[in-house]
């Protein structure tokens, strides 16, 4: 818990702040620096790093109910928008070999990097395609199925501090893994979010509320930080702003989406909740037991 050890406390602090203003006027040497790939933590290898998208892409039809062979149906035309892809889009490239006509993709920071090993996990991804997948996924690149030559306009990256894209009824659906838990304004993002999509359109989000990390022995216990505390070691960072489910009801509850499923993926044990309750900061304090207890879920909106 914060406040139980202050030698620690105090460290943790120094260090935070100072790496989080570093994290704010140079925030390319800062992503360098930590090895930011916007997907957590770890070395994974390029095998790993392939079956990761795959399996993200997977989760995203099987949550809207879209079999297999009905996906190249579904996407065809479609116009993809994805926030927060990392370094490499690699869902947008499945997307776009899956049927999709295009994808947006948005971020925060600048992690689009073709470094070697990214470029070997594109080619992972494409050695597992043939025939017209293949090719659609080829068409991705600027020389066609050569990955170190950028990415033509089927897949546009976009870089805005905010977040936000400012776009307008451009895309049909939008996706985002563990993305959401890391914004700073959780309205205006739902707001982007609801503008960018057309009528009819879909947004699917899995949601970790976890703490990435960040807690030390109680898996809820870095609620007990005080909000300007939190503010001040980790705002630039890109680290969990630590809002629960009840706040993203709330949000939702600013716009005109139809919330078609909120579905919990995991729960914290009640003997964590049990303990942390009384050393929480005071945003949390009222909030109930269950909403504490969850600890990721998956959204699936609509747009009438």
Excluded at 59 to 70: K, Q, S
Excluded at 114 to 140: F, H, T, V, W, Y
Excluded at 191 to 202: E, I, P, Q, S, W
Aim: charge should be negative; aromatic fraction near 12%; charged fraction near 20%.
């Amino acid at each position: 818990m914060y406040g139980k050890d202050f030698k620690r406390d105090a460290i943790r602090i120094i260090k935070a702040i100072i790496t989080n203003q570093l994290a704010r006027w140079v925030p390319r040497f800062y992503i360098m620096f930590t090895k930011q790939t916007g997907r957590g933590a770890g070395e994974d290898s390029s095998r790993e790093v392939a079956n990761y998208f795959q399996n993200c892409f997977t989760d995203y039809f099987n949550i809207l109910g879209v079999c297999p062979d009905r996906i190249a149906a579904y996407l065809s035309g479609k116009h993809v928008f994805e926030y927060g892809p990392g370094d490499i889009p690699g869902v947008a490239l499945l997307m776009i070999a899956h049927g999709a006509e295009y994808v947006t993709c948005v971020d925060r920071f600048p992690l689009l990097s073709l470094s070697p090993k990214n470029i070997e996990i594109i080619n992972l991804l494409m050695s597992d395609m043939s025939g017209e997948m293949l090719q659609r996924a080829e068409d991705c690149f600027l020389e066609k199925g050569n990955p170190s030559s950028g990415f033509s306009s089927r897949i546009r990256y976009l870089v805005r501090p905010s977040g936000l894209s400012g776009l307008y009824e451009e895309a049909d659906l939008v996706i985002s893994r563990a993305v959401l838990e890391h914004v700073n304004n959780l309205p205006a993002s739902f707001a982007d979010m609801y503008k960018v999509l057309r009528k009819g359109g879909l947004a699917i989000h899995e949601i970790d509320l976890k703490s990435h990390g960040l807690h030390y022995a109680n898996p809820l216990d870095f609620l007990t930080w005080p909000s300007n505390l939190w503010s001040w070691m980790y705002s630039h960072k890109g680290v969990p702003n630590r809002l629960r489910v009840n706040h993203y009801r709330e949000a939702l509850a600013t716009t005109s989406f139809t919330t078609i499923l909120m579905q919990s993926t995991l729960l914290a044990e009640e003997q964590d909740i049990e303990s942390v309750r009384p050393y929480l900061a005071e945003p949390f304090q009222s909030i109930s037991d269950e909403d504490l207890s969850w600890l990721g879920f998956w959204i699936v909106l609509s747009k009438a």
